[in-house]
């Protein structure tokens, strides 16, 4: 019940989510085969150069998608954060199957047919047109299908760099611990997949089936395929435009971004609706996953977001852990201006440090205050860390060490998001959260003090491209405007009021902005 | 018309890398006009390599093969295909074309103009002894063995070639019904004056059809001759392989007076 009323009141979103969802998967197949097909046809005729170009694509369809999507962003053109990113990873996925099924059919052709035809004085051009082709359609067509098939699975990934569809309800409801939104992206795409192999599946069974030449022109079919796909791009980027912000032009923009966990799109919004009501045109581009935030701000993708001290310090500029919060802040500042040409902005006013939590009930019946009165547990318990915090320089490793613990088993590698629940669930007994996170209070969860000072400080900061605080002077305002106005409990309140009570980042922003008097 | 043999070999070898030996060595023969060659000997022995040398399916490596008095390298390969009938053991048929396109082939890439392709067709079908009413709208996969193989032998007739080349044509098929279609080739043979080079390891299919038959043995000519010198001969590779016939009984009267006579 409460899941139709779920879905009765957020249709349109869904919509919405699943019409780019279907767009990206649509346009990225075409093109990879349209890309594909020829590319194929190509290699059946030089032989020379096959296993190197399956050898390629083969390796390209191996690169995890995420890690795709982020060696992608840095390039010129086919790079940065949105659609088209992932349209062009979607396409690199495709290629293999499509190349491959078009070799296997073209090559699968008798032999006794191709060399009639040959001996019957067909050209080149007309043996393809005529006889390969058609006879290997139903091949090459399961390869799109697999192709498109994957493309559903894999567009579900680009939400992490912005590129909307069903995997941004998918990420949303992982971090926000809402089963319902993850069902809501999920089973929709799901549902997609089985739809796209249907649908691919009975054209190609035509295709398969044999069929008088005359009523099946190829050549007409790929012409018409091709302006199908032309047209199907203008309607679309027709349609981004139209439904892009489009108050004027002579309105400075800026686009904010945000990493993918709810804090950073409270404050991505928080800054985002100041500088709206300043007049300037803001573009959202939040959730973006990995570092992918601070690629795109290097890249020119993003002019903002919220950053911490202690990542920019260790994770980007690569340096030691370091306890001192005054030098840390000083540090990244100086570094950000010299190599980034990036102004770090005030302090926001609350860290942001790593919490070590456990169950409520434990640390009540254990009575556990501090990391250390863990130790004598460790070798009984197990651990489930996100990927950042078994990666990170100042992160598992030296932690372990310094606290000198024992787990029963190496710690769980997997999704920050999914900590909370493996832990509120009893599949592990401590992790690695965020302070300022409102499932801490929401799922009764205690804080363990750092009593051996080994996490370094993470104190919240925006970051700025210096070419945009001179173009835009409001958004150096706004920076200013924010200095030491956020405490780590009105963030951590925030947090729970998205996380636990399931209201919208930027409803809750604009309740603390209208506190605030912002 | 012009003078002159149809097809000549001069001196024609065939070898292919790190084969031991040339797959046909040193060819000099040749066909004349309205003459009916059917090659034979044991698989392996070059035939349809010969076949092939042709209508440039291949290219000698030594040696000249000359068409209509003109080196098949000097001809365009398309052109010379198709005014080179081609006919192959299980026909060969377009699998996706219906019986129709399959023999409208070669008239619809010389872009004939459709009511005379459609017209030829139905005298084509009627020429190998089918109803076009029944058969032009079907698929090879609706058609018997011996059906298809007529189609087969339509489709190379139909642009009307001077040259026919046939690779085991009736090969794959059960005795009576090759027999009928030897018989009904034959005849075909006669009526149409067309210079045709055959390719069977059956002998007795030679025989039948044959002005002269060529005996091949590891690539090379071992024995051409009329098929009456044929059963005569003293060569005892070729009395060898007669030898397989008198077990199964030939009838040497019923040996054809074949197209050429």
């Given at each position: 019940?409460?899941?139709?009323?779920?879905?009765?009141?957020?249709w349109?979103?869904?919509?919405?989510?699943?019409?780019?969802?279907?767009?990206l998967?649509?346009?990225?197949?075409?093109?990879?085969?349209?890309?594909?097909?020829?590319?194929?046809?190509?290699?059946?005729?030089?032989?020379?150069?096959?296993?190197?170009?399956?050898?390629?694509?083969?390796?390209?369809?191996?690169?995890?998608?995420?890690a795709?999507f982020?060696?992608?962003?840095?390039?010129?053109?086919?790079?940065?954060?949105?659609?088209?990113?992932?349209?062009?990873?979607?396409?690199?996925?495709?290629?293999?199957?499509?190349?491959?099924?078009?070799?296997?059919g073209?090559?699968?052709?008798?032999?006794?047919?191709?060399?009639?035809?040959?001996?019957?004085?067909?050209?080149?051009?007309?043996?393809?047109?005529?006889?390969?082709?058609?006879?290997?359609?139903?091949?090459?067509?399961?390869?799109?299908?697999?192709?498109?098939?994957?493309?559903?699975?894999?567009?579900?990934?680009?939400?992490?760099?912005?590129?909307?569809?069903?995997?941004?309800?998918?990420?949303?409801?992982?971090?926000?611990?809402?089963?319902?939104?993850?069902?809501?992206?999920?089973?929709?795409?799901?549902?997609?997949?089985?739809?796209?192999?249907?649908?691919?599946?009975?054209?190609?069974?035509?295709?398969?089936?044999?069929?008088?030449?005359?009523?099946?022109?190829?050549?007409?079919?790929?012409?018409?395929?091709?302006?199908?796909?032309?047209?199907?791009?203008?309607?679309?980027?027709?349609?981004?435009?139209?439904?892009?912000?489009?108050?004027?032009?002579?309105?400075?923009?800026?686009?904010?971004?945000?990493?993918?966990?709810?804090?950073?799109?409270?404050?991505?919004?928080?800054?985002?609706?100041?500088?709206e009501?300043?007049?300037?045109?803001?573009?959202?581009?939040?959730?973006?996953?990995?570092?992918?935030?601070?690629?795109?701000?290097?890249?020119?993708?993003?002019?903002?977001?919220?950053?911490?001290?202690?990542?920019?310090?260790?994770?980007?500029?690569?340096?030691?852990?370091?306890?001192?919060?005054?030098?840390?802040y000083?540090?990244?500042?100086?570094?950000?201006?010299?190599?980034?040409?990036?102004?770090?902005?005030?302090?926001?006013?609350?860290?942001?440090?790593?919490?070590?939590l456990?169950?409520?009930?434990?640390?009540?019946?254990?009575?556990?205050?501090?990391?250390?009165?863990?130790?004598?547990?460790?070798?009984s318990?197990?651990?489930?860390?996100?990927?950042?915090?078994?990666?990170?320089?100042?992160?598992?490793?030296?932690?372990?060490?310094?606290?000198?613990?024992?787990?029963?088993?190496?710690?769980?590698?997997?999704?920050?998001?999914?900590?909370?629940?493996?832990?509120?669930?009893?599949?592990?007994?401590?992790?690695?959260?965020?302070?300022?996170?409102?499932?801490?209070?929401?799922?009764?969860?205690?804080?363990?003090e750092?009593?051996?000072?080994?996490?370094?400080?993470?104190?919240?900061?925006?970051?700025?491209?210096?070419?945009?605080?001179?173009?835009?002077?409001?958004?150096?305002?706004?920076?200013?405007?924010?200095?030491?106005?956020?405490?780590?409990?009105?963030?951590?309140?925030?947090?729970?009021?998205?996380?636990?009570?399931?209201?919208?980042?930027?409803?809750?922003?604009?309740?603390?902005?209208?506190?605030?008097?912002f | 018309?012009?003078?002159?043999?149809?097809?000549?070999?001069?001196?024609?070898?065939?070898?292919?890398?790190?084969?031991?030996?040339p797959?046909?060595a040193?060819?000099?023969?040749?066909?004349?006009?309205?003459?009916?060659?059917?090659?034979?000997?044991?698989?392996?022995?070059?035939?349809?390599?010969?076949?092939?040398?042709?209508?440039?399916?291949?290219?000698?490596?030594?040696?000249?093969?000359?068409?209509?008095?003109?080196?098949?390298?000097?001809?365009?390969?398309?052109?010379?295909?198709?005014?080179?009938?081609?006919v192959?053991?299980?026909?060969g048929?377009?699998?996706?074309?219906?019986?129709?396109?399959?023999?409208?082939?070669?008239?619809?890439?010389?872009?004939?103009?459709?009511?005379?392709?459609?017209?030829?067709?139905?005298?084509?079908?009627?020429?190998?002894?089918?109803?076009?009413?029944?058969?032009?709208?079907?698929?090879?996969?609706?058609?018997?063995?011996?059906?298809?193989?007529?189609?087969?032998?339509?489709?190379?007739?139909?642009?009307?070639?001077?040259?026919?080349?046939?690779?085991?044509?009736?090969?794959?098929?059960?005795?009576?019904?090759?027999?009928e279609?030897?018989?009904?080739?034959?005849?075909?043979?006669?009526?149409?004056?067309?210079?045709v080079?055959?390719?069977?390891?059956?002998?007795?299919?030679a025989?039948?059809?044959?002005?002269?038959?060529?005996?091949?043995?590891?690539?090379?000519?071992?024995?051409?001759?009329?098929?009456?010198?044929?059963?005569?001969?003293?060569?005892?590779?070729?009395?060898?392989?007669?030898?397989?016939?008198?077990?199964?009984?030939?009838?040497?009267?019923?040996?054809?007076?074949s197209c050429?006579?």
């Amino acid at each position: 019940m409460e899941r139709l009323q779920f879905f009765a009141q957020n249709w349109p979103l869904l919509l919405r989510l699943t019409s780019e969802h279907l767009v990206l998967v649509v346009i990225s197949t075409a093109i990879a085969a349209l890309i594909g097909i020829p590319l194929g046809i190509l290699l059946v005729r030089h032989p020379r150069w096959k296993d190197l170009a399956l050898g390629i694509a083969g390796v390209l369809q191996t690169v995890p998608s995420l890690a795709l999507f982020g060696l992608l962003i840095p390039l010129p053109l086919i790079g940065g954060i949105g659609a088209r990113t992932a349209t062009v990873a979607l396409i690199l996925y495709a290629l293999l199957p499509i190349i491959r099924n078009t070799i296997t059919g073209i090559e699968g052709v008798d032999r006794h047919v191709r060399e009639a035809a040959i001996a019957m004085g067909m050209t080149p051009r007309q043996l393809l047109w005529q006889v390969e082709l058609p006879l290997a359609m139903g091949v090459i067509m399961a390869g799109v299908r697999v192709a498109a098939v994957i493309g559903v699975g894999v567009a579900t990934i680009a939400a992490a760099i912005g590129a909307g569809g069903l995997g941004t309800l998918i990420f949303r409801g992982l971090r926000a611990n809402d089963d319902r939104l993850i069902l809501a992206g999920a089973v929709p795409a799901a549902m997609m997949a089985l739809a796209v192999d249907w649908a691919l599946g009975r054209l190609e069974s035509r295709l398969r089936a044999r069929r008088p030449s005359r009523t099946f022109d190829l050549r007409a079919v790929g012409l018409a395929g091709s302006a199908a796909l032309v047209l199907l791009l203008a309607i679309f980027s027709a349609w981004r435009f139209a439904t892009a912000p489009t108050a004027g032009l002579t309105k400075p923009r800026l686009v904010v971004g945000s990493k993918d966990f709810t804090e950073q799109v409270i404050l991505g919004e928080i800054i985002a609706q100041m500088l709206e009501a300043r007049g300037v045109e803001v573009e959202r581009r939040f959730e973006l996953g990995g570092n992918l935030c601070h690629n795109a701000l290097i890249a020119g993708q993003i002019d903002l977001y919220p950053e911490y001290t202690g990542t920019a310090y260790t994770a980007i500029l690569g340096h030691p852990p370091l306890t001192d919060v005054r030098a840390v802040y000083e540090h990244v500042q100086r570094e950000y201006l010299e190599k980034f040409d990036v102004i770090v902005g005030p302090p926001l006013g609350f860290r942001n440090d790593f919490a070590i939590l456990v169950r409520g009930a434990d640390a009540r019946r254990l009575r556990l205050r501090t990391i250390s009165d863990i130790a004598p547990y460790a070798p009984s318990w197990r651990a489930g860390f996100g990927q950042d915090f078994i990666s990170r320089s100042d992160g598992y490793a030296g932690f372990v060490r310094a606290y000198n613990l024992r787990f029963a088993a190496p710690p769980r590698e997997m999704d920050l998001a999914l900590t909370y629940r493996a832990l509120a669930a009893g599949e592990v007994d401590v992790i690695a959260g965020n302070s300022t996170d409102g499932l801490i209070a929401a799922l009764d969860l205690v804080q363990l003090e750092d009593d051996r000072r080994y996490f370094p400080p993470y104190e919240a900061v925006m970051l700025v491209r210096r070419e945009t605080a001179t173009r835009i002077p409001e958004a150096r305002e706004v920076l200013e405007r924010l200095a030491g106005s956020i405490s780590t409990a009105e963030m951590r309140q925030m947090n729970y009021e998205v996380d636990g009570e399931r209201r919208s980042p930027a409803e809750v922003a604009r309740a603390w902005r209208a506190r605030k008097g912002f | 018309m012009r003078s002159g043999p149809a097809v000549e070999f001069r001196g024609v070898t065939f070898s292919v890398e790190h084969a031991p030996r040339p797959i046909v060595a040193d060819l000099d023969f040749a066909i004349a006009r309205g003459e009916t060659l059917v090659i034979v000997g044991e698989s392996g022995c070059g035939k349809t390599t010969t076949l092939k040398l042709i209508n440039r399916l291949l290219l000698p490596t030594r040696g000249t093969v000359l068409v209509e008095g003109r080196a098949t390298t000097a001809w365009d390969p398309v052109r010379l295909r198709r005014s080179i009938g081609y006919v192959i053991q299980e026909a060969g048929l377009f699998p996706h074309f219906t019986v129709e396109e399959n023999i409208a082939l070669v008239p619809r890439l010389d872009a004939w103009p459709e009511e005379r392709i459609r017209h030829r067709v139905r005298e084509m079908l009627q020429l190998v002894g089918l109803d076009s009413e029944r058969f032009a709208a079907r698929f090879p996969h609706e058609l018997s063995g011996g059906q298809r193989q007529r189609v087969g032998v339509a489709r190379a007739l139909a642009a009307d070639p001077p040259l026919l080349l046939l690779d085991e044509p009736f090969g794959a098929l059960d005795p009576l019904t090759r027999a009928e279609l030897q018989r009904e080739f034959a005849a075909l043979c006669r009526r149409l004056h067309k210079t045709v080079v055959f390719v069977t390891h059956d002998l007795r299919e030679a025989l039948l059809l044959a002005s002269r038959i060529a005996l091949m043995r590891d690539g090379r000519m071992q024995l051409l001759a009329t098929p009456r010198e044929f059963l005569r001969t003293t060569d005892e590779y070729a009395r060898a392989y007669l030898a397989t016939l008198r077990v199964e009984g030939f009838d040497e009267d019923r040996m054809a007076p074949s197209c050429a006579e």
